[in-house]
């Protein structure tokens, strides 16, 4: 499984931005994919995930109503769309996968679940 992430950048306070990553390598499995953040001195940060005709996962109250989190119709994108961004948003953002193996995407607190991993991607608001 190879997870590539696209379109990180800098963007003003109250700009927004689109991130992408496309998966590859799942064959017949269905996979949940999420987003996570870091930032300098704390580990990763769940915010969101989403599974092929399921719902979305929220992880991380703070984004909630301002990231949102989609995937395409070929299953193999999925992309976290940024919206009000805040200083505070700032770190690297990665996309993340697991096989489903209950029907659903990891709850909060199996973030640790995540198994595959993007390279990362930074987010810089100002």
């Known amino acids: 499984v190879q997870l590539v992430e696209s379109g990180g950048g800098s963007v003003q306070v109250g700009g927004s931005l689109r991130l992408s990553c496309v998966a590859s390598?799942?064959?017949?499995?269905?996979?949940?994919m999420a987003w996570f953040r870091q930032v300098p001195g704390r580990q990763r940060e769940a915010l969101l995930s989403?599974?092929?005709?399921?719902?979305?996962?929220t992880y991380d109250a703070r984004v909630r109503g301002r990231f949102f989190i989609s995937q395409d119709n070929t299953r193999n994108t999925v992309s976290l769309q940024m919206n009000s961004l805040r200083p505070d948003d700032s770190g690297v953002y990665y996309c993340?996968?697991?096989?489903?193996?209950?029907?659903?995407?990891?709850?909060?607190?199996?973030?640790?679940?995540?198994?595959?991993w993007g390279q990362g991607t930074q987010v810089t608001v100002s």
């Open positions: 993340a996968a697991v096989p489903i193996t209950s029907g659903r995407c990891p709850t909060a607190g199996q973030e640790s679940l995540f198994s595959y």
């Open positions: 390598g799942f064959n017949d499995n269905t996979f949940c």
């Open positions: 989403t599974f092929p005709g399921g719902p979305y996962t």
